[in-house]
């Protein structure tokens, strides 16, 4: 059973295009994040939520729109997307916000052209 | 500003031998220490924590060692096998609610 999944786990497309990536966990968790690993495997955190409410939101462009439906859930959508976006994306979640050890999805490779 | 530094993007070892993995943080207010390990097309996985209280923590093969005056932290694999082969990320935290990454150290253990 996997903890936490992400879909899809590759994701061409077009500059300007809107796409979204979804995550689920399955660990009965209360908070969830996404990362971004860039081409020079820096791995940083982008959004995080506590039951389905916002509480860390890095230096990100607003073309970035993360939802959480429910706190199983938190989907990250992208608007006219860049050059630059690409990257892999990880969805991650811990059992509280104050959780020392986070849960990571398999990751979405987005290539952007 | 990169807080959390890993300098060596790889490293090799003999199978048996010893691993030593390193990072470097900046921020003298990080307590908490984090060890991930990552294989291809996987995210990373919980290896081994630390918090500033202490300045050692051993897990079976699996040691972290924590030099606060030196802000300095190291992962040690001991015995090293081929299936240690990974990349290797330290992350740290001010109270555990965000986490830094370093950029990763990838270990290839040699039968």
């Known amino acids: 059973d996997t903890a936490v999944s992400q879909t899809p786990k590759y994701l061409v497309t077009q500059m300007g295009n809107d796409k979204s990536i979804k995550c689920e966990q399955n660990l009965g968790h209360d908070t969830m994040y996404w990362y971004k690993q860039d081409s020079k495997k820096f791995l940083k955190i982008m959004f995080s939520?506590?039951?389905?409410?916002?509480?860390i939101n890095e230096t990100v462009p607003n073309r970035f729109s993360p939802k959480s439906p429910d706190k199983a859930h938190l989907n990250l959508h992208i608007n006219s997307l860049e050059l630059g976006d690409s990257a892999v994306y990880f969805c991650a979640s811990s059992q509280s916000v104050k959780q020392e050890t986070q849960y990571f999805g398999p990751g979405t490779r987005l290539l952007v052209l | 500003d990169q807080q959390v530094k890993q300098n060596s993007p790889s490293l090799s070892v003999q199978e048996g031998r010893i691993s030593i993995l390193n990072c470097d943080y900046t921020?003298?207010?990080?307590?908490?220490f984090l060890w991930y390990k990552k294989y291809p097309a996987e995210g990373p996985t919980f290896l081994i924590s630390?918090?500033?209280?202490?300045d050692k923590n051993e897990d079976g093969r699996f040691t972290v060692f924590l030099n606060k005056s030196a802000k300095h932290l190291s992962l040690h694999i001991v015995p090293s096998q081929p299936g240690d082969s990974a990349v290797y990320f330290c992350a740290a935290s001010e109270g555990t609610y965000k986490y830094i990454f370093g950029t990763g150290t990838r270990l290839k253990v040699l039968a």
């Open positions: 921020n003298s207010m990080f307590d908490y």
């Open positions: 939520y506590n039951n389905k409410e916002l509480i």
């Open positions: 630390i918090s500033s209280i202490k």
